[in-house]
């Protein structure tokens, strides 16, 4: 048995069709103010960053990091904010 692999024209349309959710590229272009954000209690902030941080373990654990890093620095407790991108 075997499958046909998928064509750049497949995945190109399965993106499209997952909605508005951020590419990793973009992800990594704003995960420093998405975490600023959330560390100011902005917890709703930036809705399609949460998306992708929950459906993407690469850049929830990146966004994690900086989490716990940005914390240290000012001195906040970053356990609530790693509940929200847990
Ligand atoms: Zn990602």
Redesign the pocket.
């Known amino acids: 048995m075997s499958l046909r692999p998928l064509e750049p024209r497949d995945v190109e349309r399965l993106t499209l069709d997952t909605g508005p959710w951020l590419s990793?590229d973009d992800?990594f272009a704003l995960v420093d103010e998405y975490v600023e954000r959330l560390l100011a209690a902005d917890s709703g902030a930036m809705p399609l960053m949460r998306g992708?941080l929950l459906g993407?373990p690469?850049?929830a654990e990146e966004a994690a990091t900086l989490v716990v890093l940005a914390a240290a620095e000012t001195g906040v407790d970053p356990r609530p904010v790693l509940a929200l991108i847990g």
């Open positions: 990793c992800c992708h993407c690469a850049c």
